[in-house]
């Protein structure tokens, strides 16, 4: 069974930076899908990056793009998302997916079927 564990969440003020974690155990194989969603009140969930595990292709949705930055350590089956420049707008719950099917290119937009519990992230002004 595939776990996804974040950490890394907390508040900052605007302008800080933040590194989440997504810790992945039950499957050790690369060429898969992760990704980085997060989710404000009110609004709909948004993709923010994505990474081919193994690989180097990545994925930023415009709003995050330039600020920030998902990596991967394959030997700890962690994927990382580098938060810098933030905004009180970057304020969510950043959950961490994996679609397991096999992929040459990743983007939010896959089904991805295992999810982590989320970790928020507060963005003062």
């Known amino acids: ?9 907390g508040s900052v003020q605007a302008g800080g930076s933040l590194r989440l974690s997504c810790a992945a155990s039950g499957y050790t194989r690369s060429g898969y899908c992760m990704a980085w969603f997060r989710q404000a009140p009110g609004k709909e969930r948004e993709g923010v990056a994505a990474v081919l595990t193994g690989g180097g292709s990545t994925y930023y949705a415009n709003s995050v793009k330039a600020r920030f930055t ?18 009180p707008e970057d304020t969510a719950v950043y959950y961490c997916a994996a679609d397991l099917r096999p992929a040459f290119f990743c983007t ?3 089904s ?14």
């Open 70 to 87: 998902i990596s991967q350590d394959n030997a700890k089956n962690t994927v990382y998302l580098q938060m810098s420049s933030l905004k």
């Open 1 to 9: 069974q595939v776990q996804l564990v974040e950490s890394g969440g």
């Open 108 to 110: 939010p937009d896959r």
């Open 112 to 125: 991805y079927n295992y999810w982590g519990q989320g970790t928020q992230v507060t963005v003062s002004s």
